[in-house]
């Protein structure tokens, strides 16, 4: 069964998987990454969208997002092209 269906844009296919971030005495919240919607949080619950950092990318995402001493990593890229990395 659906328990929640957030949108979400789509420009280019995306791999990426979401993750699971929860700072410290936070709540916890679901990370996506992609072309069209750049870094995003979600409530895991809800699906209602907590913060969105738009317009990052050029290219599709692939890697999980990764989660580093409080920071959250993103990396874009297209094969043997150009790569991109934000935090």
Do not use: H, M
């Not at 659906?2 to 410290?24: C, D, E, F, G, H």
């Not at 919240?29 to 069209?36: G, R, V």
């Amino acid at each position: 069964a659906v328990r929640w269906n957030t949108p979400r844009q789509s420009k280019v296919v995306s791999y990426s998987l979401p993750v699971i971030y929860q700072a410290t005495g936070g709540q916890p919240e679901l990370i996506l990454s992609s072309q069209a919607d750049g870094i995003c949080s979600l409530n895991p619950s809800t699906g209602e969208v907590n913060w969105e950092a738009r317009n990052l990318f050029r290219q599709r995402t692939v890697a999980a997002p990764a989660l580093l001493g409080g920071l959250i990593f993103a990396s874009a890229g297209n094969g043997a092209g150009e790569r991109q990395g934000v935090a």
